[in-house]
């Protein structure tokens, strides 16, 4: 993502996941170095003008992904809660796990 980024700076394309990748992680994309074979995998997978939804497919996988990480982390409090018998935090990690198999389930 940060490639495709860095490939089309100020196109409708470079907004949109700039956006999208705010969306799903909760911050900014960082800016850094990206490395030149990146570049030109990006360049030949988007060529020289792509659409400004030509990512949509890799930012839905990157939002999979980032969701099932998010629900393993909140499956695991959630059996911690549950070996502790912490009540409030069974409700609080069910709570998460269920939101986040709503979120996955709707992709």
């Known amino acids: 993502l940060r490639a495709a980024h ?3 700076p100020g196109t409708p394309l470079a907004e949109r996941i700039e956006s999208s ?3 799903i992680v909760g911050s900014a994309l960082s800016e850094g170095e990206v490395p030149e074979r990146a570049l030109f995998e990006v360049g030949l997978t988007f060529g020289e003008a792509p659409a400004e939804n030509a990512a949509d497919e890799l930012l839905q996988h990157f939002e999979k992904a980032v969701l099932a990480e998010a629900l393993l982390e909140a499956t ?4 911690r809660a549950e070996s502790a018998k912490d009540q409030e ?3 609080e990690a069910s709570n998460a796990c269920a939101d ?3 979120r996955m389930t709707a992709l």
């Open 6 to 8: 860095a490939a089309y």
């Open 21 to 23: 990748y705010a969306r």
């Open 76 to 79: 695991t409090r959630l059996r």
């Open 89 to 91: 935090g069974i409700r």
């Open 100 to 102: 986040l198999s709503r």
